[in-house]
């Protein structure tokens, strides 16, 4: 290998001296083992722990008929996740007299973040509500609920989509 | 003009730095590896900007792959034979300390109670070919909510603390599917838990 013996010089006929044995040993094979677990062991690392996010759903309320604050429609901002990777909002509350304005979003910088925070800076008490269609995925909610954190929007919920925020994105036909 | 000799340089070279840095390493990896489990289903995750760290102890796993099957886990044996022995029961199950044995070793499973038995006495290597066909969640069938509370009641027991509950869902799960469990988890009064996510760096909010 990488050694190379040094010939032990035998005196001219003189007194047979022990033959030197040379310290250095071979670390190769050594060296080889190190660098197969090392590499063993940085392959079968999980490095990143996964990370998570927190939410805290509101506490089922024993009484149906217990008061809940009514939210204003003022505050009210709702945003609708759809399939496709859209996301639909209107400001205000939609029930059967009104019919608030659709828009048409998306996940981008420019997209809801810019919405949320102009509209926060118009009126800091703003409630979120979150509803997600059925055809949205699991990533879209997880992207909106990271929304919420970036923009630093405190008072959001997870709602469920009736019926009439469905009707509202079919006949907007966005 | 004497030739100039070249100086003669032995060819060997001293390893020892490099064998000293390269066990240092190894002793590194050695100790912080935690290896990767093998789990029955590959869930991938979405990304968040959240730094929170799952903790490492006392978690239960949800686990919700792309085609919505519900998977369990616990990161603690003897909470999971506890889990199994009471929903077994519930479901007229009975399991031999062999079979316990087997089900704390399986890092997540996704399989109706009836079905655990026969899935726990398949050789190790043949379990990879059976479809788990996930825990199910229907309101008929609720066997999750079993699973949820069993585990956590063992957890209390035995940690004196309630355990975090992790929701890991894919990326393209379904949303009904991912908000019934959240319902689940709800109707048990188990209202704060953690979505697994992967880190992505923070985008500054400008206005």
Redesign the interface.
Known sequence: M???QQQADSGKGGKKRAKKMST?ID??P??DL??L??TF??L???F?????????????PKDETEEQNELKASDAFTIL?GENDKIYYYEGLLDATTKPQLQLSNYS?DGI??TL??RR?QRPTTVVMIK????????????I??EM????QKKYA?V?ITKEDTDLIKSSGL | MPKVKPHRV????D??P??DL??L??TF??L?????EDTAVVVD??????????PDKGVLQIS?DKEGRVFFSSDSQPVKIAALEKVGAKYGQSFSAKEKKQFALLPDFGLPAQQLKSYLNLPAEQRKAVKQPGIPVDSLNNQLAEWVMAARAENIRTFNSAPYI?I?????????T??NV?KI???K?L?????????ET??V???
């Open positions: 990488a050694e190379i250095k670390m190769t050594m060296v190190a660098f677990l090392l062991f940085m079968t690392t999980t990143a722990k996964p990370k998570v996010m927190q939410i805290s759903m509101p506490v089922k996740l910088a973040r810019k925070v102009d800076a997600a269609d059925d055809k949205a995925n699991y990533k879209n909610m997880v992207d609920l990271d954190t970036i923009t630093g997870l469920d | 032995s060819p060997s070279l390893m020892t490099m064998v390269a066990f390493l190894v990896f050695m912080t590896a935690t290896p990767t995750t979405p990304s968040s900007v959240s730094d929170k760290q799952l919700i992790a890991k869902g894919d990326g393209t799960a379904d949303v009904p991912v908000k959240i988890l709800q109707e009064n209202n704060r838990f953690y979505l697994v996510t992967d880190l923070k985008p909010a400008s206005n």
